[in-house]
């Protein structure tokens, strides 16, 4: 499986981003998707994730403010980020759990939210 992730970028407080994460390969063997953050001198952070059944899950910081939404055709994954803070900021990494062989990793994709 791999993982190209998509769509960071410089956005003022307020504003929004979507990032896009397309998963290729062996893609049945992946039972969830999602999407983690690390900001500078923070641990990595669950942000969102959604299973291939379609149920969603989110961190409390980004409830009500961010959308995990996946495309199965395209076998991408979105992030909808609206209402962004300055403590959005971070690198974002895609996810894919591999129930057996455990997870794969996208490159991260930086995320700046200037005040």
């Known amino acids: 499986v791999q993982l190209q992730a998509s769509g960071g970028g410089l956005v003022q407080a307020g504003g929004s981003l979507r990032l896009s994460c397309a998963a290729s390969?062996?893609?049945?063997?992946?039972?969830?998707m999602g999407w983690y953050r690390q900001a500078p001198g923070k641990q990595r952070e669950l942000v969102a994730r959604?299973?291939?059944?379609?149920?969603?899950d989110y961190a409390d910081s980004v409830k009500g403010r961010f959308t995990i939404s996946r495309d199965n055709a395209k076998n991408t994954v979105y992030l909808q980020m609206n209402s962004l803070k300055p403590e959005d900021t971070a690198v974002y990494y895609c996810n894919a759990d591999r129930p057996i062989s455990g997870p794969v990793w996208g490159q991260g994709t930086l995320v700046t939210v200037s005040s």
């Open positions: 959604i299973t291939r059944g379609g149920a969603t």
């Open positions: 390969g062996s893609i049945y063997v992946i039972n969830s």
